[in-house]
T-cell receptor, first 116, second 115 residues
Framework: GAGVSQSPSNKVTEKGKDVELRCDPI?????LYWYRQSLGQGLEFLIY????????KSGLPSDRFSAERTGGSVSTLTIQRTQQEDSAVYLC??????????????FGPGTRLTVT | AQSVTQLDSQVPVFEEAPVELRCNYS??????LFWYVQYPNQGLQLLLK??????LVESINGFEAEFNKSQTSFHLRKPSVHISDTAEYFC?????????????FGPGTSLSVIP
């Protein structure tokens, strides 16, 4: 079946512009995660959606970052007034996830964001 | 809050030599533990996981990891590495009781296998 897809694969934007990154999770997966991967920094947790619960936004680095998940499926990560330090690969992952059990996360290919 | 430490950022090793990639986590409560691998120019994928039962878990390509609760460690080992094992390896943990499905990743270890 189809895996997690992300678009665009690459995005180059000027400092100060807004960008939207899209994630299509695997159908039926209730949990969706956004991470940021910077060179030499590993994976930085950004935000987590689980079903209809309020999202865990504890990893968002500033109020310029926001995310939504419509209809429990597609998610959009928005970065307003981009800065050069926002340049990174943004990864989306989804999993089944139910209480008392932790399922494997399936990762998308990522969106490479470059802010010039 | 849960955190994961991978002490070695880069590990070079000769082909067919053994390797150990170290992972320690912060919390002593019940946890789920994972190793993910990212091959060059590919996405992350699960290598192996510990959920319960035997503390020694294995992957299909010869890696193994042992959960040590007293030392809060989950080190990854392979007795003989191949060139194809060159990749970035990430240790990850989730808290079984409070946030079972929120996974925290370590900074990663870059394994380079030298021919």
């Amino acid at each position: 079946g189809a895996g997690v897809s992300q678009s665009p694969s690459n995005k180059v934007t000027e400092k100060g512009k807004d960008v939207e990154l899209r994630c299509d999770p695997i159908s039926g997966h209730t949990a969706l995660y956004w991470y940021r991967q910077s060179l030499g920094q590993g994976l930085e947790f950004l935000i987590y959606f689980q079903g209809n619960s309020a999202p865990d936004k504890s990893g968002l680095p500033s109020d310029r970052f926001s995310a939504e998940r419509t209809g429990g499926s597609v998610s959009t990560l928005t970065i307003q007034r981009t800065q050069q330090e926002d340049s990174a690969v943004y990864l989306c992952a989804s999993s089944l996830a139910r209480q008392g059990y932790s399922y494997e996360q399936y990762f998308g290919p990522g969106t490479r964001l470059t802010v010039t | 809050a849960q955190s994961v430490t991978q002490l070695d950022s880069q590990v070079p090793v000769f082909e067919e030599a053994p390797v150990e990639l170290r992972c320690n986590y912060s919390s002593s409560v019940s946890v789920y533990l994972f190793w993910y691998v990212q091959y060059p120019n590919q996405g992350l994928q699960l290598l192996l996981k510990y959920l319960s039962g035997s503390t020694l878990v294995e992957s299909i390509n010869g890696f193994e990891a042992e959960f040590n609760k007293s030392q809060t460690s989950f080190h990854l080992r392979k007795p003989s590495v191949h060139i194809s094992d060159t990749a970035e390896y990430f240790c990850a943990v989730s808290d079984m009781k409070t946030s079972y499905d929120k996974v925290i990743f370590g900074p990663g270890t870059s394994l380079s296998v030298i021919p």
